[in-house]
């Protein structure tokens, strides 16, 4: 299935989130679709070489049950075609790694040994006992891999997790500024990349060393918003959070700089 999905939720949507998805979400996941990366997400996955991955049942962990189809899976976990894909359900990490549905996959556009993670995990903002939230785990893309597979990949993540009534995707963005110096190949710069996408972060006072133009910053976007490039030489690691409520901050940046992305280069 290489377009759209119908579009089907866990819970029933509220008229703000109906509207939102026509006017913002399914119109992105149309364009990111469009596009030959979009065309990699259509649930062609597997167990091992020679077993179809037959999708994901959360029957018993989430109310009111949900099946995950194959192509749902791929386009929420970032695994293209041709990943092949582990289910686990484990105690939270000591990395930090919440307890949870964890949904690992393997494809030719990693670097050696990587994988990527993705956890389904229970938030504790909710009242009903449900898969409510993501957590992102691990990305870690082969220098060869095509240009703005990450964005795409991302993208479709987000319109699927909407899709399906999730609170927010969760990560650790690594990473740190060289103040002057130059990245290099196996620096870790997620920091930097994730709030592009809309990932944000509350931020201490410390943080921002004291910075008069940056006084009035709170977060990670209010500083990406006034000056991107302090945020590159500066910033550091952290946990950050998309929200993925309708009319959302990390909605606005994601839509904003897709838009860009491809109006740049002509798609």
Request: aromatic share 8%; net charge neutral; proline share 6%.
């Amino acid at each position: 299935m290489n377009g759209p999905l119908p579009h089907t939720s866990v819970h029933a949507m509220t008229p703000l989130h109906t509207e939102f998805w026509e006017q913002n979400v399914a119109r992105l996941e149309a364009q990111l679709l469009s596009q030959p990366l979009g065309r990699l997400f259509t649930g062609k996955l597997y167990l091992d070489k020679n077993a179809p991955f037959p999708g994901l049942d959360l029957s018993g962990v989430r109310e009111p049950n949900l099946h995950l189809s194959p192509v749902e899976v791929g386009r929420l976990c970032m695994a293209p075609d041709e990943s092949l894909i582990r289910i686990r359900r484990l105690r939270e990490q000591h990395d930090g790694t919440p307890a949870g549905v964890h949904i690992i996959s393997a494809n030719k556009f990693l670097r050696q040994g990587e994988q990527i993670i993705v956890v389904a995990y229970k938030d504790g903002e909710g009242i009903a006992v449900r898969l409510n939230a993501l957590h992102l785990a691990r990305v870690m893309l082969d220098d060869y891999a095509p240009a703005r597979l990450g964005t795409v990949a991302f993208g479709l993540m987000a319109c699927t997790a909407y899709r399906f009534d999730f609170s927010k995707i969760t990560l650790f963005a690594a990473g740190r500024g060289k103040r002057g110096h130059t990245v290099g190949a196996d620096d870790k710069i997620g920091y930097q990349v994730w709030p592009k996408l809309g990932f944000d972060a509350l931020l201490a006072p410390a943080d921002l060393n004291a910075e008069p133009q940056l006084a009035r910053c709170h977060s990670v976007q209010d500083v990406m918003q006034i000056d991107p490039l302090w945020w590159a030489a500066h910033g550091h690691g952290r946990e950050m959070t998309f929200n993925l409520a309708p009319g959302s901050r990390s909605w606005d940046v994601l839509l904003h700089y897709i838009s860009k992305v491809f109006a740049w280069e002509g798609c």
